[in-house]
């Protein structure tokens, strides 16, 4: 079972959800996360942190580079979730509430049974 934030925009389209745990395709290809997402703002943030380890692998060393990039994939993975949400409100959704639930469509239900 997994908890999902549930985002609403209006009564007549379903709701967003999104699970509230670490994320394997955010950690292993980031760049492409953010894509499939539409977080054009995290997408530019990574590009511009991926130039600068590229930039800074001279000073730092290349091994040291690499696996400051393990941890920011790493913790980018963990806040997948945190970054989808974020990116839900600038678009103009309103959180809901939160549901347990097996399965992404199973939380939907859920969301849509708790409107007011």
């Known amino acids: 079972m997994t908890i999902y934030a549930v985002f ?8 967003a959800v ?8 955010a950690a292993l290809l980031p760049p492409l996360f953010a894509i499939v997402h539409g977080l054009w703002l995290e997408l530019l943030g990574f590009i511009l942190v991926a130039m600068l380890l590229g930039a800074a692998s001279n000073l730092i060393g290349d091994g040291t580079a690499f696996w400051i990039y ?28 939160e549901v347990v639930a097996g399965a992404p469509d199973l939380a939907e239900l859920e969301g849509i049974k708790s409107r007011p």
């Open 8 to 15: 609403d925009r209006d009564m007549q389209s379903a709701p």
């Open 18 to 25: 999104v699970a509230d745990r670490f994320s394997w395709f």
């Open 70 to 97: 393990v941890v920011f994939a790493v913790w980018i993975g963990f806040e997948a979730a945190t970054l989808r949400r974020a990116a839900l409100r600038r678009r103009g959704w309103r959180y809901r509430t």
